[in-house]
């Protein structure tokens, strides 16, 4: 079994998979039929942030050209991903103010994070694989979002320290008002807001776009049928490879040619959990209508049924770290990274994947990945 192949020796063939796989790689697998949908989704949504999204991901792939970087790595769409989410984060996204300043981080963001995503992947996946010599017990992970979160948020740490107007102003700060005998806060509930089946559903979509940081449910139904359609359309080439047309990019790490074409379920099944969790544990209730509390569960299920095989077990340890995604990893990143005025943005997907990904290693009813985990 082997990844596909995305170099056809056609430029302009090329350059779609390298744009519309390095879409699609955000939810963490190749297919341009994913990535149409969702940039379609994000430019319903916003055109801004659509246009970011093409032209980040086309200056990762770019830079990595430019620097010799292996081409069936970029024709496979991985140096563009987390150079669009980092491009995202300081143009379109809610965090930074949009003006010829933050224009220029976010293109400028879009070429080191690039770097850094070649950082990571020797780091996470070269030097700890159980295949390097003299290495023993060692696991390969993935890099995931790493090089775009750590990118992103050391840009946007110095940029506050920047004579240039990025940051919005900060509101004056409002005493937070405590349950009675205790340091807990009160909840922060809308006045005459009840959950209903409707709001859940839209909260979850919205869940799913926010992947992006885009707060739009119909994106978010966009990025579910994308999500399901998740064709590779990895083309043939003699010699090469022979691999049919509809092979599921989705299952590809373990079985290209499963009927299991579940990325969209996962999603949804993840968002929901997010939401729900974030419902019982009285979080503030905005937050989860505009689904800041979905996103990273969308990753962390995907992650956990597509790097490794989908099985009753797996599928229940995905399920697992979506939960400690959100009832830990998620409410004490947003509160560590708030106090100096930043947003957790995927890191707690990639904490949470990173830590069950290793401890795959000892679990021998959960069966590893091709190279991921344990040795294939």
């Known amino acids: 079994m082997a990844s596909a192949t995305y170099s056809s020796g056609d430029p302009l063939l090329d350059f779609f998979y390298i744009l519309f796989n390095g879409i699609s790689e955000v939810p963490l697998f190749s297919s341009p039929v994913t990535g149409i949908f969702i940039l379609a989704g994000v430019l319903i949504a916003s055109r801004k942030a659509g246009i970011m999204m093409v032209a980040a991901g086309l200056i990762g792939a770019a830079t990595a050209l430019l620097l010799g970087a292996d081409y069936g790595l970029v024709t496979f769409g991985l140096f563009g991903y987390n150079s669009i989410l980092t491009g995202m984060a300081f143009w379109s996204g809610p965090f930074v103010k949009a003006n010829r300043v933050t224009l220029t981080l976010s293109l400028f963001g879009a070429v080191i994070t690039a770097v850094a995503w070649m950082a990571f992947s020797h780091f996470m996946g070269d030097i700890f694989s159980p295949q390097a010599p003299g290495v023993t017990n060692a696991v390969a992970i993935p890099g995931f ?8 948020w050391a840009m946007m740490y110095a940029s506050k320290r920047y004579g240039h107007d990025v940051w ?22 809308p006045e005459n807001f009840k959950w209903t089946a409707k709001e859940f559903i839209i909260s979850t979509l ?14 978010g139904v966009f990025w579910v049928v994308g999500l399901t359609l998740a064709f590779e359309l990895a083309p043939f080439i003699a010699g090469v490879q022979d691999r049919g047309l509809f092979t599921n990019a989705y299952t590809s790490g373990w079985n290209e040619y499963s009927p299991l074409y579940l990325a969209g379920v996962m999603a949804l099944i993840g968002s929901a959990i997010g939401a729900a969790l974030s419902i019982v544990m009285k979080l503030p209730t905005h937050e989860t209508r505009i689904g800041l509390h979905g996103f990273n569960q969308v990753l962390v299920m995907i992650a956990l049924t597509s790097f490794v095989p989908l099985t009753p077990q797996s599928f229940l340890l995905a ?5 400690t995604c959100s009832v830990v990893v998620m409410p004490a990143l947003q509160k560590f990274f708030g106090q100096w005025g930043l947003p957790a943005l995927t890191g707690p997907f990639v904490f949470t994947a990173w830590v069950y990904m290793i401890a795959i290693f000892g679990f021998y009813n959960i069966p590893a990945g091709i190279g991921w985990s344990r040795a294939g």
């Open 168 to 189: 919005p102003e900060t509101p004056p700060a409002v005493k937070e008002d405590k349950i009675p005998g205790s340091d807990n806060p009160v909840q922060l509930v």
């Open 319 to 323: 399920i697992l770290a979506t939960v």
């Open 145 to 152: 979002t790493s090089s775009f979160i750590f990118t992103t």
């Open 206 to 219: 919205k869940g799913v776009s926010q992947v992006t940081f885009v707060e739009n449910w119909k994106t």
